[in-house]
Structure formats: C-alpha cells, structure tokens
C-alpha cells in the first residue's frame, strides 16, 4: 500500500516534460505544472510561432505568459526530498540514437511511441496519454514514430500538406491548391494514396504471379537437368557396352585368326616333316646301295663278280629333292596383310563414325525457352496472317473484311448447320494452325459491358451447347484474355487473374509453341505485357475471339 502511494506521489510531482520530481516547478494559465526550466524551454521552440501551448492540454496563450512559482509544490517536493524520495524512475526506456525521440520531454529525452500528423510532434507514453483520453485530441493522426513530421508542412503556407497535385506529383496545402496550384488536376493526399495503394496492390499481384510463373519455370529446368543427367548416363553406359561387345567381337576375331594360322602351321609343318622323313629313309636306302655296290666293285675275283652282279636290286624311284620347290619365305605375311587391310578399313569406319557420333553429340541441346522480342518490330518479324473461320462462328456473329473482322450483331446471320459451329457462344476460331513462333494483333471496340475476349485454344474444343467445356477461359483447352473498356484479366481453367497494364485498342498476341510460351501485350507506342503462361502445348493451337454486344474485333494486317 505505501509502495503505490509513493507511486502516486511520484506521478503527480512529477514534471510531465522531463518526467522526473518537479525542480523550481510553476504552473501555466491552464492549470497544469511544469519545471520552470522544462516549460521555457518548450516555448523557446515556439517563440517563431509566435503562440505558446501547453504540452499537456494544448490550450494555447498569446502573449507568453509571466510564470509564477508554485511555492505549495515547491516546499511538498522538498519535504518529500528529505523523506527519501527520489526521481521518478523512468517507466521507458530513452531514446538511443537510432530512436525518435520524444517532443516533449526536455533533459533525458524518452523514446517516442506515436507520431501526430496534427500537431507534429512526436512522444513517449506518458507524454502521449492526452492523445488518448482527450476528447478533441482522439481525432488527431497518429503514426509510428517519425523524425520527418516537418516534411508534411506547406514551407510557403505553414500549413499541413493534406493535398496532393496530379499534374505535378507533389504534396501541397489546400492554400496551394486555390493559388498557384489552383488550375491544376487535385485531389486529397487520402484519395490519392488510395490510388497508389490499388496500383501497388495491382503491382504486387503482377510480382507474385512472376514469382509463381518464375518458380515454375525453376522446377521446368530442375527437371530438364535431371533429364539431361539421366539421358547423358545411359548413354555412356550403353556406349560403353556396345563398344565393349565391339572389343569382344575384336578378339574373339583376332582368336579365330590365330586359331586357323595355328592349325595351318601345324599342318603345313605335318606335310613338311612327312616329306623330310621320306628322304631321310631314300638317303639310308641310297647309302645301303651304295655300299653294296662298293663291295661289289671291290671284289678281285672275276667269275665272282660276274655271278654276283644280276642279283643287284635295281634302284626305286628316285624323290629328288630338285622336284621340291618351296616358296618364298612369306607363308603367313599374306595374312599379316590381309589383317593389317581390315584394320585400315577399321580405322577408316571407326573415323567416319567417330566424326559423326561427336557431331550428333554436339548437337544436342537442352531445349530452352527462347528471350521472347523486345520491339514491335522484333515481334513482328513472327507476324502471322489469321483469318476466320466462317464455320465455327456463332449465328449471331458478323464476319467481315476478308473475314478477318467480327461484329456481334443482334440478328441470327442464318448460317447453315455446321458440327465445329459454337451454337451457344459467341466465339469464333482461326483457320491458321499455330505452331513454332507466331505474332499476331487484335483490334478492339469494346462497346458494350463485357467487350472481347481475345483466345488461343486447341481444335477440340466442344463447340455444342452452354458448359464450361465450349466457352474460352472455363477449361484447360484455352486461354482467354478479356478486354473491356477499362481493365483486363486473364482466365484458363475457371481461374480468373486480374491484370493490370494501360488499356489500348490492339492487344497483341506472342506463341512459341515449342517453349510453351503465351504472352499477351497492349500495343501502343511501346509494348507492355499484359499477362504471360507458360506451359507444354500439346497439340497445335488456334486463335480466337468472343465478341459481345456492341462490340468488333478485327485480326489486323501486319505485311
């Protein structure tokens, strides 16, 4: 109980400047105290103002006043003094350098909680509580802490800026705005930043579908580098197998080669020694011969070597080893060549194939989406010719100028029954189907509430009946943009997105069909993006319009 007297005590002598014991305090016309120093100080500040306040009620005086010490106060913080009771501690923190500090508190200056756009001043908790428990002062703007309050007043007028100069771009007073500023485009600085809001709301939509549209094409190349990764692998191994079976093949020949020189050395070596060991035996028989021969020559008795002589066998034929005739040490060297022939051959192929594998290897590419055109110029060198086709076009649409131009009309046109006639919508497709890189431009009158709609769909669309299977934009067949007098937004599959960008009369259409890229641009003097997909087509693509009451669109002449 003692401890919250003390407390009480605290606040109520406390200066509400500088929030600590009342020193030498005094007390203004309205009632409230001050330390002398603390509310002198204050008013120097106003001194240019030529009018004072007080800090706590605002009620302001003209002349300054003559303060008066408060000696009741005075002798109370002195007695208090002598009981112990020292500076009210700080309940908050103070201000640091990068803090905004608060107005009204002089010496320890406190770190401020709110601004006020009103009075311009910043404080701390304390200082700021009039703010909330005034009645007058509730109304006032309160921000967070600001160290730029002054930039909010008119430098010529001395006034709050609460206005905002179109024409200009720059914050103003409302005196500026009925003198100098008096002719121009004005508003107020609340309904402006409303404008800029939904602009940045807009933008921001426009970033996050980037962010989306970006993050896809992210997980797009994701998967593409894991392709190419398990595409280039298997094409190692499987390389690597094929040439290990071309190895194979390779020595299992070079094997059946040997093998066949190996059985022809062994026997053509056969057929040598037989023939060797058959002279071998004619020359022991010649020898046996001849020895009988010498012994019969030998004998000295006449009658005996007459007896003996008949009975000499006579000589078998002779195998003369002049009647062999062996060929030129080469044997084998034949095959030495014959071999060294297929290697050539060999080396030839394995040139050819080699030259061929690296260019095929070259040539391989990653399959990337291609910078779209910057220039109208650049976008028209893709410039694609459409013209309509009367036999898909609703009854009640109008074709015209070489069927390139389509009026809703309000009469049935009574075209004959047709199976790619869409019967419930007012939607019309292209003769051209669109594949590769493609530019074309859409020319609009958008009459009526709804306006155009400008498509790009596969041929398979239904055409019959009312479901969100015939109509552009319901379903994943088409992409719609619509185009009506003031705005834009983009539909495919029942998802509607808004789309900001300035409205023109011509909206200009880019496909790279292979990339599966689909842009959409207003075209004026420069181009800017509408609205960009980007997908897998499937199938080729066709252009189209829905076209509503009181409207046109017409496919424009690019050539």
């Excluded at 003390?6 to 929030?19: F, G, K, T």
């Excluded at 501690?89 to 350098?97: E, I, L, M, Q, V």
């Excluded at 420069?526 to 009451?549: C, D």
Aim: glycine share 4%; charged share 25%; with cysteine.
């Amino acid at each position: 109980m003692e401890q919250q007297e003390n407390h009480l005590a605290r606040q109520i002598l406390s200066c509400p400047i500088c929030v600590d014991l009342l020193k030498d305090p005094v007390t203004t016309v309205c009632g409230h105290s001050y330390c002398k120093s603390c509310i002198n100080t204050h008013w120097d500040k106003e001194e240019e103002r030529g009018s004072y306040s007080c800090p706590q009620c605002r009620q302001t005086f003209t002349p300054r006043p003559v303060l008066e010490k408060h000696t009741m106060l005075a002798a109370l913080v002195e007695e208090l003094k002598k009981t112990g009771l020292q500076a009210a501690p700080a309940d908050h923190c103070s201000a640091g350098p990068e803090d905004v500090a608060c107005d009204v508190c002089t010496g320890r200056k406190l770190k401020a909680l709110k601004s006020c756009l009103v009075c311009l001043d910043s404080y701390c908790e304390k200082h700021l509580q009039r703010h909330i428990q005034s009645a007058p002062l509730k109304k006032h703007k309160l921000v967070e802490p600001s160290e730029k309050l002054q930039e909010n007043i008119c430098s010529r007028h001395d006034e709050v800026m609460k206005m905002f100069c179109r024409t200009d771009q720059q914050c103003i007073c409302y005196l500026c705005s009925v003198e100098e500023h008096k002719d121009h485009d004005t508003v107020s600085a609340a309904a402006e930043r409303t404008e800029r809001q939904r602009e940045l709301g807009l933008r921001r939509q426009t970033i996050q579908q980037r962010v989306k549209d970006t993050r896809k094409d992210v997980k797009l190349l994701q998967q593409e580098e894991e392709a190419v990764n398990g595409s280039a692998d298997k094409a190692v191994k499987d390389s690597e197998k094929i040439f290990t079976e071309l190895i194979r093949l390779l020595e299992k020949r070079s094997s059946d080669v040997e093998q066949q020189i190996r059985s022809q050395q062994e026997t053509e070596v056969s057929r040598v020694r037989e023939l060797q060991e058959r002279l071998e035996q004619e020359i022991t028989e010649l020898k046996r011969k001849a020895h009988e021969l010498k012994q019969l020559s030998d004998t000295e008795d006449h009658n005996q070597f007459l007896h003996n002589y008949p009975s000499l066998s006579p000589l078998s034929e002779s195998t003369h080893s002049s009647s062999i005739r062996i060929r030129p040490l080469r044997n084998f060297e034949d095959v030495t060549t014959a071999v060294s022939q297929v290697r050539g051959r060999l080396q030839d192929i394995l040139s050819e194939t080699d030259t061929e594998i690296l260019q095929i290897v070259s040539q391989v590419d990653v399959l990337l989406r291609q910078p779209e055109p910057e220039t109208r110029a650049d976008f028209l060198k893709y410039s694609q010719e459409i013209t309509l086709d009367p036999n898909t076009a609703n009854k009640y649409l109008l074709l015209s100028e070489g069927n390139r131009k389509v009026t809703c009309m309000r009469e049935d046109q009574s075209y004959s029954n047709h199976p790619d006639r869409f019967t419930d919508n007012l939607q019309v497709l292209g003769r051209e189907s669109l594949t590769g890189r493609c530019y074309w431009e859409v020319e609009i009158w958008a009459g009526g509430v709804l306006g155009v709609g400008v498509a790009v769909t596969y041929k398979n669309i239904s055409r019959a009946g009312n479901s969100h299977e015939c109509i552009f934009g319901l379903n994943d067949k088409s992409w719609l943009l619509n185009c009506d007098r003031n705005s834009y937004s983009f539909d495919y599959n029942w998802a509607m997105t808004p789309v900001s960008g300035p409205v023109s009369s011509r909206v200009g259409v880019y496909l790279d069909h292979s990339a599966g890229v689909l842009s959409f641009y207003s075209v004026s003097d420069t181009m800017t993006l509408l609205h960009r997909v980007q997908t897998t087509f499937t199938q080729p693509l066709y252009a189209g319009v829905s076209v509503y009451p009181q409207s046109t669109a017409e496919f424009c002449k690019l050539k």
